[in-house]
Nanobody
Framework: QVQLAESGGGLVQAGGSLRLSCAAS????????MGWFRQAPGKARVFVGA???????????DSVEGRFTISRDNTDSAKNTVHLQMNSLKPEDTAVYYC????????????????????WGQGTQVTVSS
């Protein structure tokens, strides 16, 4: 069982930056692929990006490629954290952002389908004003 808790959301002006964090419980964090998804009001949840369990491979949605960066810290079990650095934010980035986790034996796996993920956080609101 993995519990996920997002933090770092808030209100920012267009062009600004935010850094989201997702803290994961458990002692085998390095066996989980971590993903980020978002859901805007009245819209379906969509893939933002994912990072492999090794941290050596990432996968991003076209809409955020080059602006968002995912990183993770596998070295300190006390942290067990994945980050989503969001730069050059746009009003269309406004959404509730969720982190998700799935256990995998493949060190390069970075799935974009939400139904692959086993665990989800409660989400954090990001609002970008124009």
């Amino acid at each position: 069982q993995v519990q996920l808790a997002e933090s770092g959301g808030g209100l920012v002006q267009a062009g600004g930056s935010l850094r989201l964090s997702c803290a994961a419980s458990g002692r085998i964090f390095s066996t989980y692929v971590m993903g980020w998804f978002r859901q805007a009001p009245g819209k379906a949840r969509v893939f933002v990006g994912a990072i492999s369990r090794s941290g050596t491979r990432t996968n991003y949605a076209d809409s955020v490629e080059g602006r968002f960066t995912i990183s993770r810290d596998n070295t300190d079990s006390a942290k067990n954290t994945v980050h989503l650095q969001m730069n050059s934010l746009k009003p269309e980035d406004t959404a509730v952002y969720y982190c998700a986790a799935v256990m995998s034996g493949d060190i390069y796996y970075t799935p974009s389908l939400g139904n692959v993920y086993q665990y989800w956080g409660q989400g954090t609101q990001v609002t970008v004003s124009s």
